[in-house]
């Protein structure tokens, strides 16, 4: 099975700056990784698709960025709306499709 | 639009079964490759199994096969997933989620709280 591996699970960083989140798969999985959006009590959200295409409606702020097994999420300038936590996916070779642990972002 | 309208909460026996479903609107439940997703209180999100367009059939995470069984309602749009021989360890919210693509989830339900308690 292909583990994703995410870091940082927890980060706390102003309104403002840039934040980024890595997502290391075990295997190499090609172009297949997304990213998710998950305020609580609410559903995962897409932000990201197949590495690097934002999701209708996204703000810009969002990117990724990788390939192969090392991928990256990056928050250019961090809103009071973005807290949340994060999580990469991966859905190559099925099954199984895996998710990263999460990061929970909050505000400093 | 789409839309995915999850059943209401459940709380379960250990050892019983739960059956939760995930009604479709703006498309037919044909048109999307469902899957099943679950988060446990405070946890992160789990894959169960979903639909696999490349081969036509159900695939399941290994954990869950056996225990697992995800059907469609073509009649009704309704998608629905059954988990048996419940533990305490099954306690999460569960969710249904879909794409255009068979593992990117555009859509999602809004969750089903299931409970396993004695």
């Known amino acids: 099975d292909i583990q994703m591996t995410q870091s940082p699970s927890s980060l706390s960083a102003s309104v403002g700056d840039r934040v980024t989140i890595t997502c290391q798969a075990s295997?190499?999985?090609?172009?297949?990784l997304n990213w998710y959006q998950q305020k609580p009590g609410k559903a995962p959200q897409l932000l990201i698709y197949?590495?690097?295409n934002l999701e209708t409606g996204v703000p810009s702020r969002f990117s990724g960025s990788g390939s192969g097994t090392d991928f990256t999420f990056t928050i250019s300038s961090l809103q009071p709306e973005d807290i949340a936590t994060y999580y990469c996916?991966?859905?190559?070779?099925?099954?199984?499709?895996?998710f990263g642990g999460g990061t929970k972002v909050e505000i400093k | 639009q789409v839309q995915l309208i999850q059943s209401g909460a459940e709380v379960k026996k250990p050892g019983a079964s739960v059956k939760v479903s995930c009604k479709v609107s703006?498309?037919?439940?044909?048109?999307?490759?469902m899957h099943w997703v679950r988060q446990a209180p405070g946890k992160g999100l789990e894959w169960m199994g979903g639909?696999?367009?490349?081969?036509?059939?159900?695939i399941y995470a290994q954990k869950f096969q056996g225990r697992v069984t995800m059907t469609e309602d073509t009649s009704t749009d309704t998608a629905y997933m059954e988990l048996s021989s419940l533990t305490s360890e099954d306690t999460a919210v569960y969710f249904c989620a879909s794409g255009g693509v068979s593992g990117v989830f555009d859509y999602w339900g809004q969750g089903n709280m299931v409970t396993v308690s004695s």
């Open positions: 639909f696999d367009p490349e081969d036509g059939e159900t």
């Open positions: 703006g498309y037919t439940v044909t048109e999307l490759s």
């Open positions: 197949d590495v690097s």
């Open positions: 295997q190499d999985i090609r172009h297949y």
């Open positions: 996916q991966q859905y190559d070779n099925l099954p199984p499709l895996t």
